[in-house]
């Protein structure tokens, strides 16, 4: 075990995705399922527009495709034999193997290189699991010790049903959509900068009931401006200093509030995958990275990626340029002492 | 590895079933007949098939309207009653579940933190693990937190419940029948408490792909490929351990077949009495440790437990226990000596 370490000795090393299908518009799939045009107004108003299905593919099918497309951004295979740490994450209850079955022994069993020691799913904080997620990935890591040890934290969310089903909200359109995201403590595109998880407990039993549904959708901006406060002072980063905002790529009109709120320029936010993209739950944090995020941090910036969810969980976890030693890439007075490493801090 | 300090056992009363499928509760996981359900059901279930007639068997089965999140947030709630201060150092929660609730738009670790423990800052239903997933939660529990991320709160709450729903399989005939069932326990780190019930000194915890198609195989197939798998964790464990064989007792899931004899034969160990004449489902480890402690209460002397869980899908685990003694007799569960 390492006896002195910070967050930011973590990070992602690279990140897979798939979007199952060609890209659906939203307006067609709406008339087609007899969807009410006031809603398909309010979606569009929010930016929606495309989305992806794909009712053929299971969530392991999904899995392995998103897998495939992260060996081929590594340029190769053979760090699955590295993984030491799988776990998975998923938004949507159903998106699972029948229980007993297991997703892990599908993907073990597709894979004869990957035999990680430990595999587990984290769930039941919908889109905000994947934050907790990457932390879990990097405390055992840290309790791991071996440099070379990675985990890989794969994803897939799957809508079931009609319409109804898929347009949950006004802000957004549930896509279909796995991801796979590579943690470790070498060869990182970015690395961890904080990770601040705020719950608001009353909301557990979901949108269940309209007094539910009507709570989540009253106070979800709020709270996520309250996390977003909190992020920063932890951190001692100014969100509106990051080179961008990814949200999950739902509830534009939520943002626009919590932009207005926290004097966060517009500009910051990176709106494209709600448009192009839909909301693939848990795969939102891999798809903006790929999409936008990760080009940044090339580019020496600090993104912050801040989930949501309708069971009073939000999350927000920042991403820096791999090399602060600190994890405190700071923006308040002062801050900038505790690094003199990292690109931004040393500028 | 390990302390706990607390555990609460929650099984509800025995009824007869006559179907190899869940209860069938109405309007309740009707999504999995959805053509994109098909994925999550088991491929043996029929589209709209609800019940699937087989010899009649006795489970205990929670009431139609008592959900796997009511029963976690029973066990949890009485395991903490008598705890005091205790719950201010609970700094996670971690629930395992291999069934769905029957009101899926909800989150059980959210309910318990809601319900019982209101500031932890960290909580997760650890899944996919089958009816093993307890020794997972387990060793996260043991997993330190990142700095700053509450080294005050060393214990945390770890619970299993499940509640078997049509169309998911409850019982495999030959195998094993799933029973409702919940239980919870408080862990910390080893080293930080003066009391415990009982110290986990080490586990092997392991998943492999399965050589058949778990919804077809037969039955000896699936036994015999449980058999070597727990058998593999438990023989790790065991010379990690260098325990003598003669001081070491198996206890372990309830089946149909006597795997926990021929486990404790290959490994030349004593058995402890099953904990119930049915697989408990995900909180069968925590009842296998509580008979262990029972165990040791009544020889009022310590007892080292090899405890293993094995799910159909593929996931196995062996744990070494030591069960103290003097741990104090609750009415539903045991609690250490304060």
Same mark, same amino acid.
């Given at each position: 075990?390492?006896?002195?370490?910070?967050?930011?000795?973590?990070?992602?090393?690279?990140?897979?995705?798939?979007?199952?299908?060609?890209?659906?518009?939203?307006?067609?799939?709406? *008339?087609?399922? #007899? !969807?009410?045009?006031?809603?398909?107004? &309010? /979606? =569009?108003? @929010?930016?929606?527009?495309?989305?992806?299905?794909?009712?053929?593919?299971?969530?392991?099918?999904?899995?392995?495709?998103?897998?495939?497309?992260?060996?081929?951004?590594?340029?190769?295979?053979?760090?699955?034999?590295?993984?030491?740490?799988?776990?998975?994450?998923?938004?949507?209850?159903?998106?699972?193997?029948?229980?007993?079955?297991?997703?892990?022994?599908?993907?073990?069993?597709?894979?004869?290189?990957?035999?990680?020691?430990?595999?587990?799913?984290?769930?039941?904080?919908?889109?905000?699991?994947?934050?907790?997620?990457?932390?879990?990935?990097?405390?055992?890591?840290?309790?791991?010790?071996?440099?070379?040890?990675?985990?890989?934290?794969?994803?897939?969310?799957?809508?079931?049903?009609?319409?109804?089903?898929?347009?949950? *909200?006004?802000? #957004? !359109?549930?896509?279909?959509?796995?991801? &796979? /995201? =590579?943690? @470790?403590?070498?060869?990182?595109?970015?690395?961890?900068?904080?990770?601040?998880?705020?719950?608001?407990?009353?909301?557990?039993?979901?949108?269940?009931?309209?007094?539910?549904?009507?709570?989540?959708?009253?106070?979800?901006?709020?709270?996520?401006?309250?996390?977003?406060?909190?992020?920063?002072?932890?951190?001692?980063?100014?969100?509106?200093?990051?080179?961008?905002?990814?949200?999950?790529?739902?509830?534009?009109?939520?943002?626009?509030?919590?932009?207005?709120?926290?004097?966060?320029?517009?500009?910051?936010?990176?709106?494209?995958?709600?448009?192009?993209?839909?909301?693939?739950?848990?795969?939102?944090?891999?798809?903006?990275?790929?999409?936008?995020?990760?080009?940044?941090?090339?580019?020496?910036?600090?993104?912050?990626?801040?989930?949501?969810?309708?069971?009073?969980?939000?999350?927000?976890?920042? /991403?820096?340029?791999?090399?602060?030693?600190?994890?405190?890439?700071?923006?308040?007075?002062?801050?900038?002492?505790?690094?003199?490493?990292?690109?931004?801090?040393?500028? | 590895?390990?302390?706990?300090?607390?555990?609460?056992?929650?099984?509800?009363?025995?009824?007869?079933?006559?179907?190899?499928?869940?209860?069938?509760?109405?309007?309740?996981?009707?999504?999995?007949?959805?053509?994109?359900?098909?994925?999550?059901?088991?491929?043996?279930?029929?589209?709209?098939?609800?019940?699937?007639?087989?010899?009649?068997?006795?489970?205990?089965?929670?009431?139609?309207?008592?959900?796997?999140?009511?029963?976690?947030?029973?066990?949890?709630?009485?395991?903490?009653?008598?705890?005091?201060?205790?719950?201010?150092?609970?700094?996670?929660?971690?629930?395992?579940?291999?069934?769905?609730?029957?009101?899926?738009?909800?989150?059980?670790?959210?309910?318990?933190?809601?319900?019982?423990?209101?500031?932890?800052?960290?909580?997760?239903?650890?899944?996919?693990?089958?009816?093993?997933?307890?020794?997972?939660?387990?060793?996260?529990?043991?997993?330190?937190?990142?700095?700053?991320?509450?080294?005050?709160?060393?214990?945390?709450?770890?619970?299993?419940?499940?509640?078997?729903?049509?169309?998911?399989?409850?019982?495999?005939?030959?195998?094993?029948?799933?029973?409702?069932?919940?239980?919870?326990?408080?862990?910390?780190?080893?080293?930080?408490?003066?009391?415990?019930?009982?110290?986990?000194?080490?586990?092997?915890?392991?998943?492999?792909?399965?050589?058949?198609?778990?919804?077809?195989?037969?039955?000896?197939?699936?036994?015999?490929?449980?058999?070597?798998?727990?058998?593999?964790?438990?023989?790790?464990?065991?010379?990690?351990?260098?325990?003598?064989?003669?001081?070491?007792?198996?206890?372990?899931?309830?089946?149909?077949?006597?795997?926990?004899?021929?486990?404790?034969?290959?490994?030349?160990?004593?058995?402890?009495?099953?904990?119930?004449?049915?697989?408990?489902?995900?909180?069968?480890?925590?009842?296998?440790?509580?008979?262990?402690?029972?165990?040791?209460?009544?020889?009022?002397?310590?007892?080292?437990?090899?405890?293993?869980?094995?799910?159909?899908?593929?996931?196995?685990?062996?744990?070494?226990?030591?069960?103290?003694?003097?741990?104090?007799?609750?009415?539903?569960?045991?609690?250490?000596?304060?």
């Amino acid at each position: 075990m390492r006896e002195m370490f910070t967050i930011a000795d973590f990070g992602i090393v690279e990140a897979g995705i798939h979007l199952p299908g060609a890209p659906r518009d939203i307006a067609e799939y709406a *008339q087609a399922e #007899g !969807v009410d045009a006031a809603r398909v107004e &309010a /979606l =569009l108003a @929010g930016r929606v527009r495309w989305f992806h299905m794909d009712e053929d593919q299971s969530d392991a099918d999904m899995i392995f495709a998103a897998i495939e497309n992260l060996c081929a951004r590594v340029g190769n295979r053979k760090f699955l034999a590295q993984v030491t740490y799988l776990i998975y994450v998923h938004s949507q209850a159903f998106s699972m193997a029948a229980p007993p079955e297991s997703l892990f022994s599908a993907l073990l069993g597709r894979y004869d290189t990957l035999r990680p020691s430990l595999s587990f799913s984290v769930e039941h904080a919908a889109c905000a699991s994947i934050v907790m997620a990457m932390e879990w990935a990097a405390r055992l890591l840290h309790q791991d010790g071996a440099t070379d040890a990675l985990a890989l934290v794969v994803t897939s969310d799957r809508v079931f049903g009609n319409a109804q089903w898929r347009i949950r *909200q006004d802000g #957004g !359109v549930q896509s279909d959509g796995a991801s &796979a /995201l =590579l943690v @470790g403590t070498r060869g990182l595109r970015c690395c961890f900068g904080g990770v601040t998880v705020s719950t608001y407990d009353r909301l557990h039993d979901g949108p269940a009931s309209p007094a539910n549904e009507a709570a989540i959708a009253r106070t979800t901006w709020l709270h996520t401006r309250q996390t977003l406060r909190e992020h920063s002072k932890l951190t001692g980063m100014d969100a509106a200093h990051a080179a961008a905002i990814l949200p999950i790529n739902a509830d534009y009109l939520f943002w626009l509030k919590i932009a207005e709120a926290l004097h966060i320029p517009l500009e910051k936010f990176y709106f494209d995958g709600i448009t192009q993209r839909g909301h693939a739950c848990s795969a939102d944090l891999a798809v903006n990275l790929i999409d936008h995020g990760l080009a940044l941090v090339d580019a020496d910036g600090w993104i912050l990626f801040c989930a949501q969810s309708n069971l009073g969980v939000i999350a927000a976890l920042t /991403l820096m340029p791999p090399g602060c030693r600190t994890g405190r890439h700071a923006t308040a007075p002062g801050m900038q002492e505790d690094c003199a490493e990292c690109s931004i801090c040393t500028r | 590895m390990l302390d706990l300090h607390a555990l609460d056992l929650y099984r509800p009363p025995a009824a007869a079933h006559s179907s190899r499928l869940g209860a069938k509760e109405p309007y309740v996981n009707t999504h999995l007949f959805d053509k994109a359900g098909a994925w999550s059901r088991p491929p043996t279930v029929a589209r709209g098939v609800m019940a699937i007639a087989c010899d009649a068997f006795d489970v205990p089965t929670a009431a139609a309207a008592e959900r796997s999140t009511d029963m976690a947030s029973l066990v949890v709630g009485r395991m903490l009653a008598g705890q005091g201060g205790q719950s201010a150092r609970v700094g996670a929660i971690l629930h395992a579940q291999c069934t769905l609730d029957q009101q899926k738009l909800g989150s059980t670790p959210l309910r318990l933190r809601h319900d019982h423990l209101p500031d932890v800052p960290r909580y997760a239903t650890i899944g996919q693990l089958g009816t093993a997933g307890l020794p997972t939660a387990l060793r996260l529990a043991a997993c330190p937190p990142l700095p700053g991320g509450g080294a005050d709160r060393p214990l945390t709450c770890v619970s299993a419940a499940d509640k078997w729903l049509a169309p998911f399989v409850q019982h495999f005939p030959g195998l094993l029948s799933y029973a409702d069932a919940a239980a919870a326990c408080l862990a910390a780190p080893s080293g930080g408490h003066a009391y415990a019930i009982a110290h986990v000194l080490d586990m092997e915890i392991s998943t492999r792909p399965l050589p058949y198609d778990l919804w077809t195989a037969p039955a000896q197939a699936q036994e015999d490929f449980i058999f070597a798998h727990v058998q593999d964790c438990a023989e790790r464990v065991r010379r990690r351990a260098d325990f003598r064989r003669a001081g070491l007792r198996l206890i372990g899931d309830c089946m149909a077949v006597p795997l926990g004899e021929r486990l404790a034969g290959s490994l030349g160990m004593a058995r402890l009495p099953d904990a119930a004449p049915c697989h408990l489902s995900s909180a069968s480890a925590l009842f296998s440790i509580g008979t262990a402690i029972e165990a040791a209460a009544a020889r009022e002397q310590i007892l080292d437990a090899l405890v293993w869980t094995a799910s159909l899908g593929g996931q196995a685990a062996a744990m070494l226990v030591r069960c103290r003694p003097d741990a104090v007799r609750t009415q539903t569960g045991w609690t250490a000596r304060s």
